[in-house]
């Protein structure tokens, strides 16, 4: 799967995301997928007022919260499509680059209303998975030989 020219690249160049949901057992999807990319590099902020850390970060109870640990790049959502609204319009205020709703978490009219304050809006699909992806197409048959020699 590709998505639209802008999002690719601005996956690989971002540096933070905040993870709305994100739990600290082991098992859940959310802390999966938020382990895989701050493996990957990137800074992960925990979103989640039952939490206080998680993956060794501070947790805040909202995105506004996180905010004040620095500027978020994505907003990565594990939350139901009910609450995508709110996340939204808070990720548009604090200046988030991207909203990304993880798969099953979609909300047309929230959708529409984040690209409309332009953020980039992916919906229904695993950020662990594209990042897969987009890793693999960068990979070049010389660079994987490369790897496998040593």
């Given amino acids: 799967m590709s998505f ?3 999002i690719e690249p601005f996956i690989l160049q971002a540096r933070t995301i905040a993870v709305v949901g994100l739990s600290s057992n082991p098992v859940r999807p959310s802390y999966g997928v938020a382990r895989y990319l701050q493996q990957q590099g990137y800074r992960i902020v925990p979103v989640n007022p039952k939490e206080t850390v998680v993956l060794g970060e501070p947790a ?24 995508v609204p709110a996340i939204a319009r808070t990720a548009a205020r604090i200046g988030a680059g991207m909203l990304w709703l993880q798969e099953g978490v979609a909300h047309p009219a ?9 953020l ?20 070049t048959p010389e660079a994987a030989a ?4 040593r």
């Avoid at 490369?146 to 020699?149: L, N, P, R, V, W």
């Fill in 120 to 139: 980039l809006v992916v919906a229904d699909h695993c950020l662990l998975k594209a990042h897969i992806r987009l890793r693999a197409r960068q990979q």
């Fill in 60 to 83: 805040f109870a909202d995105l506004e919260q996180a905010q004040a640990a620095g500027p978020i790049d994505i907003v990565c959502v594990f939350r139901r499509s009910e609450h």
């Fill in 4 to 6: 639209p020219a802008p």
């Fill in 146 to 149: 490369g790897k496998a020699s």
């Fill in 110 to 118: 929230a959708e529409a209303e984040a690209r409309a304050a332009g």
